[in-house]
């Protein structure tokens, strides 16, 4: 399965950066029907065709995701969607 590996720098506080990821997610739940839950820092999200962690640390976020077949012909949009979120988000 192709998959997305992304790093992204921030500078928040970890509860701010935890409260903005978790507002990310509740936007992809409502408008993908995604269901995410956290283990400790990291945020897991599935859906039919992706699963994937959002893993945060002090100075950055680690986003990854497998894609089934039929999103992986999407892979460029959807990991360009997820950069320009992060960019908004966390720079």
Same mark, same amino acid.
């Given at each position: +399965? %192709?998959? $997305?590996? $992304?790093? !992204? %720098? !921030? =500078? +928040?506080?970890l509860p701010?950066?935890r409260?903005? #990821?978790e *507002? #990310?997610a509740?936007?992809?739940?409502?408008?993908?029907?995604?269901?995410?839950?956290? *283990?400790?820092?990291?945020?897991?999200?599935?859906?039919s065709? #992706?699963?994937g962690? $959002?893993?945060?640390a002090?100075k !950055?976020l !680690? #986003?990854?995701?497998q894609?089934?077949?039929?999103?992986?012909?999407?892979?460029? %949009?959807? *990991? =360009?969607? $997820?950069r320009?979120?992060?960019?908004?988000?966390?720079?």
């Amino acid at each position: +399965m %192709p998959g $997305i590996d $992304i790093r !992204h %720098p !921030h =500078s +928040m506080p970890l509860p701010k950066a935890r409260k903005a #990821v978790e *507002e #990310v997610a509740k936007k992809l739940a409502q408008r993908f029907d995604i269901e995410y839950a956290w *283990e400790g820092d990291t945020l897991s999200f599935t859906r039919s065709g #992706v699963d994937g962690r $959002i893993a945060l640390a002090a100075k !950055h976020l !680690h #986003v990854t995701a497998q894609l089934g077949f039929l999103l992986s012909a999407l892979k460029g %949009p959807i *990991e =360009s969607e $997820i950069r320009r979120v992060l960019g908004e988000r966390f720079s």
